[in-house]
């Protein structure tokens, strides 16, 4: 199994720019999450999705931040526009549920705003 | 917010010597798992205990829970030098589903 697979690995970008980050999570996980990571707020859940459904979305800072989940092989989360306060590795993470919920991390995208 | 705080934030230690982070929770738990994350890396899951056991071992891990005092422990005996990383608890809370909390973490360095 390759594991959550996340592209890209590094994104830079200009203020204003759209910016869409891509998951797949590993096979077989009814659960896939989005995080944040800076130095400053640590790590920061940001949405979570159960058997491809948006359970918890009350992390998303705002609405310039959006999260699809159209099968259970794939996800996107974009920014539009996006702002440099948004510079931050973004981590995906999928888990196979019951009964340890232990989650399984891709390897982050690192999103710089210029 | 975050549930879990790991204590102390950073640790410093010589390789061979033994390293004890701690966590401390503020409501339920039904688990409580271990993360670690080396620099540039996601992180990766270490151990886990539930609320219903006190000590559990893997390697040369040993976690430890005590719901009374909402406090988990995580010991890496015989420390080396690529065991330097930062080290995350994080909760799984009773009604909460599947999501998890994670605390700060703990920068572990251990010198050759």
């Known amino acids: 199994d390759a594991g959550v697979i996340q592209s890209p690995r590094h994104e830079v970008t200009e203020m204003g720019q759209e910016v869409t980050l891509r998951c797949k999570p590993i096979s077989g996980h009814n659960s896939l999450f989005w995080y944040r990571q800076t130095m400053m707020r640590g790590l920061e859940l940001l949405i979570y999705f159960n058997n491809n459904v948006p359970i918890d979305d009350s992390g998303m800072p705002e609405d310039r931040f959006s999260a699809k989940m159209p099968n259970a092989s794939f996800s996107t989360l974009k920014i539009q526009p996006s702002e440099p306060r948004d510079s931050a590795v973004y981590f995906c993470?999928?888990?196979?549920?019951?009964?340890?919920?232990?989650?399984?991390f891709g390897p982050g995208t690192r999103l710089t705003v210029t | 917010s975050q549930q879990g705080e790991e204590d102390p934030q950073a640790l410093s230690i010589q390789e061979g010597e033994n390293a004890t982070m701690n966590c401390s929770y503020k409501?339920?738990?039904?688990?409580l798992q271990w993360y670690r994350q080396n620099s540039g890396r996601g992180l990766v899951h270490l151990i886990l205990?539930?609320?219903?056991?006190r000590e559990k071992h893997s390697g040369r891990l040993r976690v430890t829970l005590d719901t009374s005092k909402k406090s988990s422990s995580l010991l890496i005996t015989a420390s080396r030098a690529a065991d330097t990383a930062s080290y995350f608890c994080?909760?799984?809370?009773?009604?909460?589903?599947?999501?998890?909390?994670f605390g700060g973490g703990t920068r572990l360095m251990v010198k050759p």
């Open positions: 409501t339920s738990i039904n688990n």
């Open positions: 205990i539930r609320s219903n056991e």
């Open positions: 994080a909760t799984d809370h009773n009604n909460a589903g599947n999501m998890l909390t």
């Open positions: 993470a999928s888990s196979p549920g019951l009964p340890s919920y232990e989650q399984y």
